[in-house]
């Protein structure tokens, strides 16, 4: 009677079985549709935020040098990758911090445009102090080294952009010696071009947002 009974109970229809491996591959392509939407979702907007923080920098580098236009038409300054350079012949004499008239006189002219930008901005001025390679001449006993000399032309300028106007709380300075050259120290073209105060825009401390540089 068992065997007749067995015999009697149908066996799965293989629809059935085929059906529930189809829903189960279903699942696992719907799976990987979605995690493929969402990686490519997260790539689309990385790929916009990048592009809009070159933009951003861009917009920023181009509308400081439209600021600059006259001094750099005349050729009193430099406007490299958002720096603004000065060559030090124009501020001191050798080995001097003492400023003199005509740089002076171009500091004075900058910072309504850069006071402008950096407001727009919310930016700060970093000043900052260069000096050649060859060491503090012989007797001078105002600096030790090439260090003391760029920080105090640097904290010459910051307080000269300061008298003239500049906030306090929107420049800060800075010294680097001879340690950042843009030309080789071998000749003495390359020693004036070294010889140099720059200024640049950085961002405020806590506040690097997306597309702030």
């Known amino acids: 009677m068992a065997d007749i009974e067995n015999s009697l109970d149908p066996e799965p229809p293989i629809w059935a079985v085929f059906g529930d491996l189809m829903t189960g591959m279903v699942g696992v392509f719907v799976l990987l549709l979605v995690w493929a939407l969402g990686f490519q979702l997260e790539l689309s907007q990385s790929l916009k935020q990048e592009v809009a923080k070159r ?19 005349q050729g009193r300054i430099t406007f490299e990758q958002g720096r603004i350079g000065i060559s030090g012949s124009v ?8 400023l003199q008239d005509e740089g002076r006189a171009l ?28 060491p503090i001449q012989e007797g001078n006993l105002n600096f030790s ?6 920080a105090q032309r640097s904290l010459t300028v910051t307080r000269t952009l300061i008298d003239a106007g500049m ?15 843009v030309a080789s120290n071998d000749d003495a073209e390359g020693r004036a ?8 825009p950085v961002p405020r401390a806590g506040n690097a947002t997306p597309g702030s540089q």
Do not use: K
């Open 91 to 98: 501020l001191f004499a050798l080995n001097s911090a003492d």
């Open 193 to 200: 071009r070294n010889r140099r105060v720059e200024m640049a």
């Open 55 to 73: 933009e951003a920098e861009q917009a920023r580098r181009q509308a400081l040098e439209q600021a600059l236009a006259a001094p750099l038409s």
């Open 145 to 150: 080294d090439n260090w003391e000399l760029s």
């Open 167 to 181: 906030p306090a709380d929107l420049v800060f300075a800075a010294a680097f010696g001879d340690q950042q050259p």
């Open 107 to 134: 500091l004075e002219s900058l910072i309504e445009p850069l006071q402008l930008y950096l407001a727009e901005h919310d930016q700060l001025l970093m000043v900052s102090g260069f000096t050649d390679d060859l």
